[in-house]
């Protein structure tokens, strides 16, 4: 008899996105005639740089003509793309990440879901709350996390994110093996210092772990104070992954291209306690179970590391800040306390009310889409996401709408 991964069993009923869908699209039928405006998913809605679609363009040519067709190319990506991530992502930064320590590959979702996979069963995991769900469900999904009790797992070190810590979770008490950090953050836009940062390197040192840094929205950040990268903290190297996407940084949310890096120098041990280089054992991973990103798209995403790539990822991030910048007054015009927006494209607010009931009501009474905070965890209950991801003219029409709903 076929038998089922009765971990999936654990599971909470179903994908926030797909609650929130849900009742979106309940109401639209309800209603045709009301329009709706969507900043609760975080899908980028501006066109990709001109650079790319050129690179695209022209890697289409390419694939049209015998002398200049590929086929397979390597797994873990071509030269030019991982040269330029490690010299404009890293050296440039004064980080010291060499290009095969760079997996490009289709999305960070299937990178942070699927990384957990070269990691034993039995270590303890260290997860914040509110988090972007990936983190926690595919190590529920891998048997890591025991039962769920009153919206928790069991086998989870829970890293509160509140107003009291500056939604900036401290070092938990116990040890830990694999920790999962997100910066800029989602859902909350709340960034980590160097200080912040170094404190969870040493953390990680003392217990033999490791850091999953997630910096998928590193390209938004404007304070020359915050790090970009954890490598850009000392040490790092020998305790962190870093997983970083072109998705936000450059619109390629349908395009799909992304990488994690892994140093050579970080270790993990086996039962006996031997250190075994976590590089080799993704490329494994990497090289038995993915084929690599197309060539078009791959040389689309090395197009933002020149120069007019650079200005144009530069100003369609300045864009969505503009967004955020407007959704951060008038929330706060309306008597909210908020995070994020400065240096994220997402804007955390403190609402002080059950998060449903508050995306029930904006969603009915002004038509907006936000997300519930508490689909991020307990720690969200209280607050909603509102996300910079629209054109101007939808963003300024949801404000107007929530403000005249609101006071
Ligand atoms: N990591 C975080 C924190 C995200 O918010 C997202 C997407 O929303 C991802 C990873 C996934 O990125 P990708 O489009 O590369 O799969």
Known sequence: MIRINENFTKLKASYLFSDIAKRVTAFQQANPQKSI????????TEPLPPVCIEALHKATDEMAQRSTFKGYGPEQGYAFLREAIAQ?????????IEADEIFVSDGSKCDCGNIQEIFSTDIRLAIPDPVYPVYVDTNVMAGRTGGNVDGRYAGVTYLDSTPANGYVP?????????????????????????????????YAKKNQAIILFDSAYEAYIRDPAIPH????????????IEFRSFSKTAGFTGTRCAYTVIPKSLMAYDAAGKAHPVHALWNRRHTTKFNGVAYPIQKAAAAIFTDAGKKQVKDM????????????????KLGFTCIGGDNAPYIWVNTGRDSWEFFDLLLTKAGV?????AGFGKCGEGHVRISAFNSRENVVAALERIAATLK
């Open 37 to 44: 405006i969507r900043l609760g998913i975080g899908d980028v």
């Open 229 to 240: 990268s954890i490598y850009e903290i000392e040490g790092a190297r020998d305790v962190a």
């Open 317 to 332: 991030t300045d864009f969505y800040l503009g967004n955020a910048a407007l959704i951060r007054a008038a929330v706060t």
């Open 369 to 373: 889409v936000c997300t519930p905070g």
């Open 170 to 202: 401290a070092i938990p008490s116990v040890a830990t093996d694999l920790i999962y950090l997100c910066f800029p953050n989602n859902p909350t836009g709340a960034v980590a210092t160097k200080a912040q940062l170094a404190a969870w390197v040493a």
């Open 88 to 96: 404009h992502d890293y050296a440039a930064r004064g980080c010291k």
